[in-house]
């Protein structure tokens, strides 16, 4: 198998200079068989690395070349193939090769059909290099490349300004966190002399806990995780990336790339376990956006800005659960929320792509019997994010939050108020979209179809995972064994060991399981009361809201304070520094000075303005006598 | 074979080129610049970096009398900026092709006469005759932006003429004061290092040395010449500025200033550290505004030349490995950005981002060109601007965690002016003037693809590059090292007792 790991992301990028070179030449089948075969022969080689580590229990080291070698600094091209990567390669190649087979249909009318899987297979490139990287620096060769990915994908229909600003706002806002991330590696290379996770682990193992250089370290990649996790303050960019193509908002903005600071921070767990002060910041941070992700999605009217503000907030949880030091339960999180979100996302573009591209669910309504699978399938969905058992959100997130409760009951009732906000706005999306009447034009109605087979069959298959996805983790207090637990145990085995057993009688867990999920059902009837029984439509924009839902609609007024305090006044300095610094102060003094040299030089009638060539004339005479002068040496000698 | 072939075959090209009239120039200068480059690869193959002595080098007594003599070799130091001055010129001789210049032979034989003064720089080992090729390497492109420049060449090169003229006479003066303290009267450049100058002697030489070179770069805040004249010179004009010229104070400062005046360096280098890093936030900012695509990418280069500066003053080997192996991707760099505001501007008259817009969709191989370049000037892995700005900045943040904590905003900022370039240029609908816009042809193909083949190969496999010149520059690194230290004993004792 050792052989082969180079082909795992190899493959997709070959997809890449095919589809990206033949993207006119190409018939669109061709173009779209030869992607999604790249990312399912990836996946083939996936499972067969999944099942060695399985089998050997041991880790997979490929050393493909040396990279970058200077001074004592090496940083070699290297994989590794873990419990935790071999995971993950499965996610992104699996999940993956759904969503490509999807785009087949979704995307089948676009004109940049070709461009468009050359794109999606360069993002399984970059997102397996981020996985299978054995040092820091080549993760951070796929944290950039995917956010590259994702620029040029939110960018995709770049013709529209708007799509345009939201791809470059995504990759301004994911390079502040890189640049968090990349003073890590400094200080990871300064404290270990080493980048690889081996040595890095090893020797952070031997620290204190609390050591202020790992405290430093980590901080500093959570910033990092910040950006692409698109958490506060740095969230705001992922529900602009909704101007991509919906099967990529399903990809990279829910599935695969955001998670990328989750699995970085699992994979270093050992450092921030080692920094209480860091974890109890992630903790905070992350139980801050549940709560203002969760909020604004309350009210949001584009089915895919309450998508994304979900996401949000269910990254959130993810992190809260790595500050809690729930690692499984976060990781755990982040591959049922790959199954569902990518499910949700999926299904939303399928509705879209029914009412003829409309996204706004005031203009939806009544599309259960039109669209029977995308309905069933959704549902399925909205049951799992909810929290509703058997569904494989259930099972993730009230291992965090039972983390959460045995670290702080105060941050529990908050996480509980979360998921209560998640299931009350995702069924309200359910109702305004399926239930109901149809609000859109007689022209969208008349052309109301369930999706082609391609699309529908990866709902059905992702709908299957969020139905059972749950059943890896089944915790104790259920009867289950936990196999995620013990799967990631070689991974995670010195921070459990720090953190010590999870303590928590299976009564009091069985009562917060409970809990969380009366609150997910009372929040689902309320919505059933509000969007169905009074049919309580949102108003049209015009219209003015109360002061809170205002406050929602309008996100916070985020962006707008981002704009005021950041970007107004960095370009007001660009003007200054330009016109009163650089040509009135610098380049004054500079243009005085020659002239004071020109006035002072007048008597020597030597520098006068336009004299140049008189200086010309002094050099060619000067290397013209050295010349002589040479030649007349040499012919001495 | 020695390195005098290199100096001297585009000297006498450049004069046969005098007699080569009309468009037969624009070829005859194509294939002498492809030959320099052959003669420079086959050179490349036989050169050893292990081998930290002069390679190919040529000694001859040129006025032995004042101890001058013709001394060139390359070694580990000078291998890629020598690299970059062949790769670069054919390129930017290609990319005049579309252009048709008034006494083309001049033009062309310019071109080429600069080479042989930048090489001459690059590979001097002899002071006088470094500051020969110095001025030669002016002279043809004070010619060149003074007459086939845009409509106020003649102030602004003036300006750009006198202002670099100033600088390099104050490291004349240094030159000739380090051969004076020579004991036997003699130029080389190992006698300058053997000097072991006391401090309040070396740091008038280390200060009229930074002078000169900080002009050239140039570093904040004697960078205004240059703005003005990369934005009225003649894009070929611009490209022999910012891809290979600007290397003469890198380079210069990594020969010819540290190593002669290390204890004055040790003791000063907070200063010019701080203001090239000073330099990258404040001409970042400057470049968020500005409509001229040229000048945009004029104060981009002070930000990106910054970083080099102040990854080399670190002076450690990550830094400076960085410096070496930037200085060949930021020439590579620029030339694609300045060559893709040619095509624009050829095109539509205009180069002023407010007025352009949808190019992408009527010119996409352009854009995808333009797109890779823009990604390697962000240092985006896996293009070769990443290898060199992390270097650069692992070197600074080795020296002060803080000043790489501020230069590490180049990160943020190039993403911020070069994107939104990129998106006032490329993205949106057309307008009236970009509708018509033409995609690129097969030369300007050729160009842009050696450009992006160059960025990609680097950035992937970049080690046979580093490893050029890594010996070289351990052995640079240690040697003033082990120097400063010594001094700082000799400083000390004295003190102690």
């Known amino acids: 198998m050792d052989k082969y790991i180079w082909l795992i992301p190899l493959l997709p990028l070959a997809g890449f200079v095919i589809n990206g070179l033949g993207r006119n030449a190409l018939p669109k089948n061709v173009i779209g068989t030869i992607a999604s075969l790249m990312v399912l022969l990836s996946f083939a080689l996936s499972v067969g690395a999944f099942l060695q580590v399985k089998s050997t229990g041991a880790p997979i080291n490929v050393t493909l070349f040396d990279w970058i070698s200077v001074g004592t600094l090496h940083i070699p091209f290297s994989f590794l193939i873990d419990q935790l990567s071999s995971i993950m390669l499965l996610i992104i190649t699996g999940i993956g090769f759904l969503i490509h087979v999807y785009s087949i249909g979704y995307m089948h009318h676009d004109a940049g059909f070709g461009k468009f899987f050359a794109y999606l297979n360069l993002f399984i490139f970059f997102m397996l290099l981020l996985v299978l990287g054995s040092n820091y620096v080549i993760m951070f060769i796929g944290w950039e490349g995917v956010g590259l990915c994702s620029y040029l994908l939110i960018g995709f229909w770049f013709t529209n300004p708007s799509y345009a600003d939201a791809a470059k706002k995504a990759f301004v806002m994911n390079r502040i966190g890189d640049l968090g991330f990349l003073i890590a590696v400094f200080l990871i290379i300064q404290t270990f002399d080493s980048v690889a996770y081996a040595d890095v682990f090893a020797k952070a193992g031997k620290l204190n806990s609390g050591n202020t250089t790992l405290l430093l370290i980590t901080l500093l990649l959570f910033v990092g995780a910040t950006g692409k996790s698109a958490q506060i303050p740095l969230f705001t960019w992922l529900p602009d990336a909704m101007a991509g193509p919906t099967p990529v908002s399903a990809l990279i903005h829910a599935a695969t790339m955001v998670t990328a600071g989750i699995y970085m921070i699992a994979r270093s767990n050992i450092l921030f376990t080692l920094s209480p002060v860091t974890m109890n910041v992630i903790a905070i941070i992350g139980l801050a956006t549940i709560i203002v992700g969760a909020l604004i999605a309350l009210t949001q009217t584009d089915i895919k800005k309450v998508l994304a503000y979900s996401t949000v907030s269910q990254l959130g949880y993810m992190f809260l659960g790595l500050g809690v030091g729930a690692y499984t339960g976060a990781f755990f999180h982040v591959l049922t929320h790959a199954f569902f979100k990518a499910l949700l996302f999926l299904c939303a573009g399928s509705v879209i792509h029914a009412v003829s591209g409309e996204q706004d669910m005031r203009k939806m309504g009544g599309l259960r019997g039109k669209l029977p699978v995308t309905f069933i399938t959704m549902l399925i969905g909205t049951l799992a994010i909810s929290g509703i058992p058997p569904f494989a959100g259930f099972f993730s997130k009230d291992e965090i939050l039972a983390y959460t409760y045995v670290h702080s009951p105060v941050l529990y009732v908050l996480g509980v108020i979360g998921s209560m906000f998640t299931s009350f706005y995702m069924f309200r999306l359910m109702y305004l979209t399926f239930w109901g009447k149809f609000r859109g034009t007689h022209e969208q109605e008349h052309h109301l179809h369930e999706s082609p087979a391609s699309m529908t069959i990866p709902l059905i298959i992702l709908a299957v995972l969020s139905t059972i996805g749950g059943f890896m983790g089944v915790p104790k207090a259920l009867g289950g064994s936990h196999w995620l637990e013990h799967w990631l145990d070689p991974v995670i085995a010195g921070s459990t060991k720090l953190i010590g057993e999870f303590s928590l009688t299976h009564n009091t867990e069985l009562a917060l399981m409970a809990i969380s999920f009366t609150g997910a059902v009372l929040a689902l009837i309320y919505a059933y009361v509000k969007y169905v029984k009074q049919a309580d439509i949102p108003v049209a924009d015009t219209e003015e809201r109360p002061a809170l839902v205002k406050l929602s609609y309008h996100k916070f007024y985020i962006d707008e304070l981002y704009d005021t305090i950041i970007r107004k006044p960095l370009d007001y300095l660009s003007g200054f520094f330009y016109k009163v610094i650089d040509k009135m102060g610098i380049d004054g003094i500079v243009n005085g000075l020659g002239q004071t040299a020109v006035e002072s030089g007048k008597g020597l009638r030597l520098l006068q303005t336009g004299n140049v060539g008189f200086y010309l004339f002094m050099m060619v005479i000067g290397i013209i006598a050295v010349l002589v002068f040479s030649l007349y040496s040499f012919i001495k000698i | ?497």
């Not at chain 2, 005049?96 to 001049?106: M, V």
């Not at chain 2, 060949?328 to 817009?357: A, C, K, M």
């Not at chain 2, 990604?375 to 270097?391: D, K, Q, R, Y």
């Not at chain 2, 911020?416 to 970009?434: D, F, I, P, S």
């Open chain 2, 1 to 497: 074979m020695t390195v005098s072939i290199l100096l001297f075959f585009p000297l006498l090209a450049a004069l046969v080129l005098l007699f080569i009239k009309g468009n037969a120039a624009k070829n005859a200068a194509l294939f002498f610049s492809l030959v320099e480059l052959a003669i420079g690869i086959v050179m490349l193959t036989q050169f050893v970096p292990a081998d930290t002595s002069r390679q190919f080098a040529v000694d001859y007594p040129w006025i032995p009398k004042l101890g001058i003599y013709f001394t060139a070799a390359i070694d580990g130091i000078n291998i890629i900026p020598v690299l970059l001055t062949i790769i670069l010129v054919p390129l930017i001789i290609l990319t005049t092709f579309k252009h048709q210049y008034q006494n083309a032979s001049a033009f062309y034989a310019l071109i080429l006469f600069m080479q042989a003064g930048l090489l001459l720089v690059f590979t001097a080992f002899d002071g006088f005759l470094f500051y020969v090729g110095w001025e030669i390497a002016l002279i043809p492109i004070y010619f060149i932006c003074g007459m086939w420049g845009g409509e106020n060449r003649i102030k602004v090169t003036l300006k750009f003429f006198i202002y670099t003229f100033a600088g390099s006479l104050f490291m004349l003066l240094a030159i000739i004061y380090l051969y004076l303290q020579t004991p036997d009267k003699t130029f080389d450049i190992s006698r300058f290092y053997a000097l072991d100058l006391p401090f309040d002697k070396q740091k008038w030489v280390f200060g009229a040395f930074l002078l000169a070179f900080a002009i050239k770069m140039p570093i904040f805040p004697l960078h205004t010449w240059q703005p003005d004249t990369y934005t009225e010179a003649p894009s070929a004009g611009t490209m022999l500025l910012s891809g290979i010229m600007l290397k003469m104070g890198i380079y210069g400062a990594i020969r010819w200033m540290i190593p002669v005046a290390p204890y004055a360096f040790f003791e000063y280098q907070n200063n010019p550290l701080w203001l090239a890093i000073i330099g990258i936030v404040y001409a970042s900012i400057i470049a968020f505004r500005q409509k001229d695509g040229k000048r945009l990418t004029a104060y981009a280069s002070i930000a990106h030349v910054g970083l080099i500066a102040a990854g080399l003053l670190a002076w450690n080997v990550q830094g400076l490995q960085g410096a070496m192996i930037q200085m060949l991707n930021h020439g590579i760099e620029v030339v694609g950005l300045f060559f893709v505001w040619d095509i624009i501007s050829r095109q539509l008259n205009t180069r002023d981002v407010t007025q352009l817009g949808g190019i992408a969709k009527v010119a996409p191989q352009l854009a995808i060109a333009f797109l890779i370049i823009v990604l390697a000037t962000v240092a985006l892995p896996l293009t070769n601007g990443f290898i060199g700005e992390f270097l650069l900045l692992n070197g600074v943040y080795r020296y002060n965690v803080w000043m790489a904590a501020v230069a590490g905003l180049t990160i943020i900022l190039g993403a911020v002016y070069m994107l939104r370039m990129y998106k006032n240029v490329m993205q949106g609908e057309t307008n009236a003037l970009t509708a018509t816009f033409a995609d690129i042809t097969l030369v300007d193909k050729i160009v842009l693809g050696v450009i992006c083949a160059l960025i990609i190969i680097i950035g992937v496999y970049p080690q046979p590059i580093l490893h050029l010149s890594e010996a070289a520059v351990s052995k640079l690194v240690t040697a003033v090292n082990d120097k400063i230290v010594l001094s700082i004993k000799h400083v000390s004792q004295p003190l102690g007792k």
